[in-house]
Nanobody
Framework: QVQLVEAGGGLVQAGGSLRLSCAAS????????MGWFRQAPGKEREFVAA????????LYADSVKGRFTISRDNAKNTVYLQMNSLKPEDTAVFYC????????????????????WGQGTQVTVSS
C-alpha cells in the first residue's frame, strides 16, 4: 500500500513557475514508477509526465514538453513536477500516481496503469 500526498499548488500568473511535490509513504517507494496527471473542470483526467522507478526514463505529454520537468528523490520518497512558463490552459487539479507496472510507452500515459493516487492539488494560472 502506498499513500500519496501532493503539495505546491496555487495561483500563479501566466509565464510563472510552480513546483509540485508528491510525498509517498512506505519503504517501497523506489520500486514504483510515478506519474503526474491533471484534470480541468469538465474534462477527463489527462497524462502529464511519468518517471521510471530508478529515474532514468521520463515521458511527457506533448503539451508540456520543454516546460515541465519530472524528477524524483527516492531517499526522500518524493516525486516532483517543476512547471515553468505556465499557461492559463494548464489550470487543473494535478494528481500524482504510482504503479508497479514496468510497461514503458503509451501504456504509461493511461490512468488505468496506476494503482495509487493522491488527493490532488489545485493549480490556477491567471492570464
Amino acid at each position: 500500500q502506498v499513500q500519496l500526498v501532493e503539495a505546491g499548488g496555487g495561483l500563479v500568473q501566466a509565464g510563472g513557475s510552480l513546483r509540485l511535490s508528491c510525498a509517498a509513504s512506505g519503504r517501497t517507494f523506489s520500486t514504483y514508477d510515478m506519474g503526474w496527471f491533471r484534470q480541468a473542470p469538465g474534462k477527463e483526467r489527462e497524462f502529464v509526465a511519468a518517471i521510471s522507478w530508478i529515474g532514468g526514463r521520463t515521458l511527457y505529454a506533448d503539451s508540456v514538453k520543454g516546460r515541465f520537468t519530472i524528477s524524483r528523490d527516492n531517499a526522500k520518497n518524493t516525486v516532483y513536477l517543476q512547471m515553468n512558463s505556465l499557461k492559463p490552459e494548464d489550470t487543473a487539479v494535478f494528481y500524482c500516481a504510482a504503479t508497479r507496472s514496468r510497461a514503458w510507452g503509451p501504456e504509461k500515459t493511461s490512468t488505468s496503469q496506476y494503482d495509487y493516487w493522491g488527493q490532488g492539488t489545485q493549480v490556477t494560472v491567471s492570464s
